[in-house]
């Protein structure tokens, strides 16, 4: 049974950093591209950030790039989204999900997904 497992949200003040965590189980990670996405209150869910199987290829979406860097650790099955610069338009539930394909920006591209944590940052 594959497992997501996402920590590492909370209250923030706007200007502040998080680091996101995700880990992975039942499932061969290194096989496995994988992306965040985030969905605020009233909106749909979006793309954040996407990380192939070996680091070779990083997206972010551009509402967050340069604040944000998605990384991972295949030793330790787990991917990361370090958020910085963090403004109150970042509050929403971040997901991290999985994929072995090769399409990446849209939510049915991931066949597995976490059941999220939630980041709120304070203005």
């Known amino acids: 049974q594959v497992r997501l497992v996402e920590s590492g949200g909370g209250l923030v003040q706007a200007g502040g950093s998080l680091r996101l965590s995700c880990a992975a189980s039942?499932?061969?990670?290194?096989?496995?591209?994988m992306g965040w996405f985030r969905q605020a209150p009233g909106k749909e869910r979006e793309f954040v950030a996407h990380i192939n199987q070996n680091s070779g290829m990083l997206i972010h979406a551009d509402s967050v790039n340069g604040r944000f860097a998605i990384s991972r650790d295949n030793a330790k099955n787990t991917v990361y989204l370090q958020m910085n610069s963090l403004k109150p338009e970042d509050t929403a539930v971040y997901y991290c999900a999985a994929t072995a394909g090769s399409a990446w920006s849209r939510i049915t591209d991931y066949a597995w997904w976490g059941q999220g944590t939630q980041v709120t940052v304070s203005s």
């Open positions: 039942g499932l061969s990670f290194s096989s496995v591209s």
